[in-house]
């Protein structure tokens, strides 16, 4: 199938290539996933004729001849194809390229400096920490990493920048948007003064009146660590130190938490805008019952001693039919009639041996039947796709 | 819990209804014949054939060990015969299989051994052998119906060859002529033997005698005569009268034990004058053999003899070859002398009994004079009569015409 896989992406690289240079989305189309913007604004002049409506403080402070290395990546989460998000990623790169004065680090160079797949660069993303990390690894200044998700028939997707040396996020951007894919990359090239945006100076002598944070929070407390955290079939976190804490935008979200041997929780919660949600999630044990191993070992080993017993039993029976003129004679010897009884009565008690071997195994086979192994659930085995390729997980 | 019983139930009865190979009944009750006890298996022997049987595989058993035969006869070739019984009225009972008979091995006892021949109590009884006559043993050796007491049967034997309307023996037979008193003649069939070779031996109720195959005229190949006391014997099998027990010095003889003697005879002498009838007299004493009080024969004085057993009479009598005229030669057991009252010295008789014969050298021996109907070379031989040509050889007749 990778096969099949390269030709859709490149038929939707092109689809989107073509919806960018139709409609408003940057021109700075690029297949390299490294790309280097053209430091005149020239090169790149409806961007930046666009975005010049914006208050733009990376164009306006930045060092041309520095340029700042940023880092990017956008992930597909659910059912939704990788290539998709890899395609929005170019779109994004070229969009930001056409801002100037970056460096931008692509989605695999991202990965290979994780060394990883894409379920474990989606918990990346997730985690300040861990974006903070590879931003060091790969050198950069910023990440801008998100996730893209489709619901029902909407789509969401959602950046964070990163400034990797201070550690915070210094810019988010979380859309809905409906309609196709030309949509969604129209909406990310509109997102992206929003990411830049300076944050709101504080108003030392009368504070504003406090707007109404436009996130809520989803507070999850769990004893068990390392559980998956999916929200909206997005993965946001794994859980740690008695739970996770994310933030949300208010609304229903709907909350799944699994995690190998326990039972998958589900459920939906309703967010409000500035307030949090606290739920306990108790993760029932997944105890998995199966036939116990001598099950199939009795079995075999029944079905083998019983035909080798069936085998050499029909061979014990065979019988030598001498006429009395033969034994008479002495053309036939009674040594040679007592040697070829004796085979076959050792034959005889080599099939009793066997079949006591398969008696003895079919009742032990029997006995282990009423005591099936009982282990706690390791996951369930999940066929993911990936680059390339697809991963086979769970256990087995 | 329910399903571990049912599993072990039917274990247990696979268990006991399993794989089983029995053997054919015929390898314990068949007639196989073999030429060594290798040709038997394990645990058997091969039992010395004969004129109507060839060797066949019995289980294996020590001569000198009874205990390795409990049930059975065992044979000079160590093979265990089954014994079997024979009821008053003569009626046997059953052998293993329908290939062995049940033949009478001892004329006082209802007692015989299983073997495969055809059996028979008188000569009606046994089928036509192909172009071969066929007689009952008793008729083909001119038993008497009782010799010594009513209590002596001589019925379950076996058919044995007779000979033709002239007197001609089948081939394989050693013919020997007997004459009554009046000169009528009878040939009888003996089957050959060999001792100490690879055959053929004596069939049950017969012994194999080398000094009488001197008188027949073929030692190497003697006749084998009815076993009875006084003459060697291999095995009981042997013997139609009398055990065969060992009479010291590695023979063994149809005898009786001095007890046993006592009780049908009254002691060891009576046992003495059945052998005469075959010209084999011997004299029997009780000696301990092996610790058993044994009636021991020896060959008498003048009697047909050889080196199966020792003559009677001390250190002046040894079994010689002698010529009896010019043609026949014998062992007998002889003693020198110079006139017939010598010869009569310390036997109980007279000179009508002995004579003192001239022998081709320069020494006479003593003779015993033979009784009418015996074979004889002249007159002098006979203790009454004359000795008359009857045909193939001369006999003590009461009258030559």
């Known amino acids: 199938m990778p096969f099949l896989r390269a030709d859709f992406r490149l038929v939707f690289q092109f689809a989107l290539a073509t919806l960018i240079a139709l409609g408003s989305a940057p021109h700075a189309w690029a297949q390299s996933t490294d790309v280097e913007a053209a430091a005149d604004p020239a090169s790149a002049s409806g961007p930046a004729e666009s975005d010049a409506q914006e208050p733009d403080p990376v164009a306006g402070s930045a060092d041309v001849s520095e340029r700042t290395r940023v880092a990017v990546l956008i992930l597909a989460t659910g059912e939704l194809d990788p290539a998709m998000a890899e395609g929005l990623s170019e779109v994004l790169i070229g969009a930001l390229a056409a801002r100037g004065g970056l460096t931008i680090v692509g989605q695999e160079e991202f990965q290979a400096q994780l060394g990883q797949g894409d379920e474990r660069t989606l918990a990346c993303v997730s985690s300040m920490a861990c974006l903070g990390r590879v931003g060091v690894q790969l050198d950069v200044v910023e990440v801008i990493a998100g996730t893209l998700a489709q619901r029902e028939e909407r789509w969401v997707f959602n950046l964070n920048r990163v400034d990797v040396r201070e550690g915070e996020i210094v810019g988010r951007v979380f859309r809905e948007t409906a309609g196709d894919l030309g949509a969604v990359a129209d909406a990310l090239s509109a997102a992206i003064p929003e990411l830049y945006a300076p944050p709101e100076p504080p108003t030392p002598v009368v504070p504003p009146a406090p707007a109404a944070p436009p996130f809520g929070t989803l507070v999850l407390s769990t004893p068990v660590s390392g559980a998956d955290v999916v929200i909206d079939d997005a993965l946001v976190g794994h859980t740690a130190n008695g739970g996770l804490r994310h933030e949300l935008q208010p609304g229903e979200a709907r909350v799944r938490v699994s995690a190998p041997g326990y039972h998958i929780w589900l459920r939906t919660v309703r967010v409000q805008a500035g307030g949090e949600v606290h739920i306990a999630v108790a993760l029932d044990d997944a105890i998995e019952e199966s036939a116990h191993p001598w099950v199939f070992v009795g079995g075999a080993l029944t079905a083998v001693s019983l035909g080798i017993g069936i085998g050499l039993g029909v061979l014990s029976q065979e019988t030598l039919l001498i006429s009395d003129t033969q034994r008479m004679n002495g053309e036939v010897l009674r040594a040679d009639l007592v040697a070829f009884y004796e085979t076959r009565r050792n034959e005889a008690i080599a099939a009793d041996v066997f079949f006591a071997i398969a008696g003895a195994a079919a009742i032990s086979t029997g006995v282990a039947l009423f005591f099936p192994e009982r282990r706690r659930a390791s996951g369930a085995v999940a066929i993911v796709p990936t680059p390339g390729g697809v991963l086979v997980r769970g256990s087995f | ?401």
């Not at chain 2, 571990?4 to 068949?30: H, I, K, M």
């Not at chain 2, 060797?55 to 160590?78: H, M, N, Q």
């Open chain 2, 1 to 401: 819990m329910r399903l571990v019983l049912r599993g072990c139930a039917c274990l247990l009865s696979l268990l006991a209804f399993g794989c089983t190979v029995e053997f054919p009944s015929v390898l314990d009750d068949g007639f196989f014949v073999c030429s060594a006890p290798e040709d038997c298996g394990p645990g058997q022997g091969c039992a010395e054939g004969n004129v109507y049987s060839a060797d066949f595989c019995r289980p294996a058993c020590d001569l000198d060990d009874p205990s390795t035969c409990p049930d059975g006869v065992c044979t000079i070739s160590g093979a265990c015969l089954d014994s079997c019984t024979i009821d008053a009225d003569g009626t046997p009972s059953d052998c293993p299989g329908d290939e062995f008979t049940c033949v009478r091995i001892d004329a006082f006892r209802d007692e015989g051994v299983c073997y495969p021949v055809t059996g028979c109590s008188r000569t009606a009884d046994c089928p036509p052998d192909g172009m071969v006559p066929q007689l009952c043993l008793n008729d083909a050796l001119g038993l008497p119906a009782t010799t010594v007491s009513a209590a002596i049967r001589f019925d379950n034997l076996y058919c044995s060859a007779a000979p033709d309307d002239e007197g001609r023996c089948p081939t394989g037979y050693l013919s020997f002529g007997i004459s009554d008193a009046d000169g009528r003649t009878q040939t009888a069939c003996f089957p050959p033997c060999m001792l100490g070779g690879d055959g053929p031996y004596c069939p049950p109720t017969t012994t194999c005698f080398r000094g009488f195959g001197e008188l027949v005229g073929v030692p190497s190949t003697p006749p084998c005569l009815p076993g009875i006391w006084g003459l060697p014997c291999g095995d009981d099998t042997h013997c139609l009268i009398g055990r065969c027990l060992p009479v010291g010095r590695g023979a063994r003889a149809c005898t009786e034990t001095c007890a046993e003697a006592e009780e049908q005879v009254g002691d060891c002498s009576g046992l003495e004058q059945i052998g005469a009838v075959f010209g084999v007299a011997s004299r029997m004493t009780c000696e301990a053999v092996g610790g058993v009080d044994t009636c021991v024969p020896r060959y008498d004085l003048l009697t047909l003899c050889d080196s199966q057993l020792e003559c009677a009479g001390g250190n002046d009598v040894n079994c010689v070859e002698v010529a009896f005229g010019t043609e026949t030669r014998a062992h007998v057991c002889v003693r020198l002398c110079t006139t017939d009252a010598e010869c009569a010295e310390g036997t109980g008789g007279d000179e009508n009994d002995y004579r003192c014969v001239p022998t081709t050298g320069s020494a006479s021996i003593c003779s015993r004079r033979r009784r009418l109907g015996a074979r004889c070379t002249e007159d002098l031989d006979c203790r009454e009569g004359q000795c008359c040509d009857v045909g193939d050889f001369r006999a003590c007749l009461r009258s030559c015409s």
